[in-house]
């Protein structure tokens, strides 16, 4: 879906994404624009779906999350990606999935306490059965955050 913007909503969509618990006054004062005035083109921009949600972000090691890892899964036949989707979406340490070109079919973000909880989780998704087989990759040095 292709959602016009103009430069308020780009700067408020901005504002947002540095801040998603700024005041609509903040924001306002931010962009030149009265409060009512923000919320009412951020309930437009929900609306139209240019804004999805709003989150927070945790820092993974307040969890214990301090080990990370990339998986290529390799799958049978024709498997879907909503079927992936769906099997890795009930691994809670899996925080990103994609398909991708390439010879996997598909790669997860993984993050966990440690190198054995990182392998416990590569078994459970290697017994999904439309997984032949993974490749995996821990993390040294996040370089760019």
């Known amino acids: 879906m292709l959602v016009k913007l103009d430069e308020l909503d780009r700067a408020i969509i901005g504002a947002l994404v540095d801040d998603a618990r700024a005041t609509y006054a903040e ?3 931010q962009v030149g624009l009265s409060a009512p005035a923000v919320k009412r083109r ?3 921009l929900v609306q139209q779906g240019a804004i999805t949600g709003f989150t ?7 969890l214990g999350w301090t080990t990370e890892a990339y998986v290529e899964l390799f ?8 079927e992936i989707g769906l099997a890795v979406s009930r691994h809670p340490e899996v925080v990103s999935a994609c ?36 490749k995996s990759a821990i993390v040294l040095t996040r370089l760019i955050t």
């Open 75 to 82: 799958c049978r036949g024709k498997t879907s990606p909503a």
């Open 56 to 62: 927070a972000r945790v820092e993974p090691s307040a």
């Open 27 to 29: 924001i306002g004062g």
């Open 99 to 134: 398909t991708v070109t390439g010879e996997a079919d598909a790669l997860l973000h993984i993050r966990a306490t440690d190198v054995r909880h990182v392998e416990q989780v590569i078994e459970r998704i290697a017994a999904e059965p439309f997984v032949t087989r993974t």
């Open 42 to 44: 951020v309930d437009r």
